[in-house]
């Protein structure tokens, strides 16, 4: 019997915990605005880790600036992107695992066969992407302004085409490249 109510205890200590760990706030580390290199670091990207968006330094690109620039084939596993504009910035082939790019702006940008697995585009500016051929799975795109994006030949997840169904700003061809049932004008 003790080891039965130890055992009892410990479940619902897990409980409690847990169901904290899901309220808690959730913070990033402050941006390092000494580190003179840090948007820089963008335009290597990850070199170790990938998929498991492993680094010996965090990839911060907060704030940062690639508008129209060249990141063709960059692994950018678990970079910080929130408040980055990437704006008509190449990103064909590049590799986004575990990235963090709430209110990222990307309008115009080409995902061209990239891999966008585990992203938090939420609230991020996603009008006129091109996400043709590419790879998407458990990402977020609550709140993202998808209008206008090119999903062609893209490979979505079952449950990621239900989110993005779900989002207004998916229209037209774009949602019938999604696989959406409905198509919305």
């Known amino acids: ?45 990850n070199t170790i880790g990938q998929a498991n968006a492993v680094s010996d330094k965090i990839l911060d690109m907060r704030l940062c600036s690639y508008a129209g620039k060249d990141l063709h084939g960059r692994v950018l596993a678990g970079a910080l992107l929130a ?30 066969n990239a891999v966008v697995d585990r992203v938090d585009f939420t609230n991020a500016n996603l009008k006129r ?17 998808l209008e206008g994006s090119v999903w062609e030949d893209a490979l979505i997840g079952s449950q990621d085409v239900g989110k993005l169904c779900e989002n207004p700003t998916l229209t037209g061809e774009s949602r019938a490249q999604v696989g959406c049932r409905a198509v919305r004008k």
């Open 83 to 112: 408040d980055a504009d990437l704006s008509n910035t190449n990103l064909q082939e590049a590799v986004l695992t575990k990235a963090y790019a709430v209110k990222a702006n990307f309008e115009g940008a080409d995902m061209t």
């Open 1 to 45: 019997m003790p080891a039965l109510a130890a055992a009892v205890a410990t479940g619902v200590a897990a409980s409690l915990l847990s169901a904290n760990m899901a309220m808690a706030e959730f913070r990033l580390p402050p941006i390092d605005k000494t580190d003179p290199n840090r948007c820089d670091r963008g335009y290597v990207g």
């Open 129 to 145: 992407v091109k996400f043709i051929n590419t790879v998407v799975t458990g990402a977020s795109f609550a709140g993202a302004d």
